[in-house]
């Protein structure tokens, strides 16, 4: 059994790590990790896992937690991560980060986030759909949720070289801004209401620019909007997708259903997707359609931004690290409606 632990598990995150994680054929849950709860069961705060977990939350050092987790989740705010990766990469743990820290180049990452970096060095990007190499790695930097939805979306046509302009807005339920309530996330500001924010300048376009680009390194020309709605999980993308040349909803589809092929977590369903289709699972659906005179694609995209956004991401990559199928203790349908 593969010995788990996560570090900051009190969160959201950390809560559905620890929910995914429970049934895993794979995985024993080790420890959890919290400073302020030090001491305290973990169901006192995540009250779903009642019967399911006897842990109490914990406040080890790195060392501890090396001799005692074959891998360790770092569920923690941006700029945490960092002061944990050395240490924890020093024996034969593997790391999957959940934060910002190493999704981008260092010097980007510098820039975007005003936080000078204590630990440069390189990861793969852990969106495991474009890079497979997660498993040959000790250490993976998780996506985004914003930037998976964006990039699944998107990714087919950009490594066809076909898209000029790619205009992204993204809708994302109120669990994506964390456990800490704030001004977008209090009911009465958000009931009956969708806010838009970081209007030009959200930090999660970096994201997006360096994968697509990574396929073509002329799309440049790359924005992304998004949104709070009043709604506890999900990212749904509307994906405007402007092209080098006119194409047919039908060869769209060829591109994609090649491209995807063999992604299990990667569905193509007809019509609108749903997030309620997706809600606590770990697929992405996509769907699509053409616009031949104006040279345009659109193409929807729906996530469960605390799954396939997060936690379930990082345990595919998990997975694939460890020489396990990308699918286990993960293939479950949607909890709908």
Not at 302 to 309: F, H, P, S, T, Y
Request: negative net charge; charged residues 20%; glycine residues 8%.
């Amino acid at each position: 059994m593969i010995k788990a632990g996560i570090i900051g598990a009190s969160g959201y995150t950390g809560g559905e790590l620890l929910r995914l994680l429970v049934n895993h054929p794979s995985v024993k849950l080790e420890l959890a990790t919290s400073r302020s709860l030090e001491g305290k069961p973990v169901t006192s705060t995540h009250r779903h896992l009642e019967g399911f977990l006897d842990l109490k939350y914990e406040n080890p050092d790195s060392e501890n937690i090396r001799e005692r987790c074959d891998v360790v989740f770092l569920a923690v705010p941006h700029g945490s991560s960092m002061n944990y990766v050395p240490e924890l990469l020093d024996g034969n743990t593997k790391v999957v980060d959940l934060s910002a820290d190493y999704r981008l180049e260092t010097s980007e990452f510098e820039k975007i986030y005003g936080i000078k970096h204590k630990d440069p060095r390189n990861a793969v990007y852990g969106l495991v759909e474009l890079h497979p190499e997660v498993e040959e790695e000790n250490f993976v930097a998780n996506t985004g949720c914003f930037p998976t939805g964006a990039t699944l979306a998107a990714a087919p046509l950009a490594a066809a070289g076909l898209i000029d302009i790619a205009v992204f807005d993204s809708k994302t339920g109120i669990s994506g801004a964390g456990i800490s309530p704030t001004q977008n996330s209090h009911y009465p500001n958000l009931a009956e209401n969708i806010i838009p924010y970081k209007l030009t300048a959200h930090r999660h376009r970096a994201e997006i620019v360096q994968e697509l680009t990574g396929f073509d390194e002329d799309l440049r020309n790359i924005n992304f909007t998004p949104h709070v709605i009043p709604s506890i999980r999900g990212i749904f993308t509307t994906a405007h997708l402007f092209t080098k040349e006119p194409l047919s909803t039908d060869e769209v589809k060829t591109i994609y259903e090649e491209f995807y092929r063999d992604k299990p977590f990667i569905r193509l369903p007809s019509g609108v997707p749903s997030l309620t289709a997706v809600r606590g699972s770990n697929f992405c659906d996509i769907s699509f359609e053409a616009d031949k005179e104006n040279n345009r694609v659109v193409v929807l995209s729906a996530i469960d931004n605390l799954v396939k956004g997060a936690s379930g991401q990082a345990i595919q990559n998990m997975n694939l690290m460890f020489g396990l199928d990308e699918t286990c203790g993960l293939w479950l349908p949607a909890a709908a409606p």
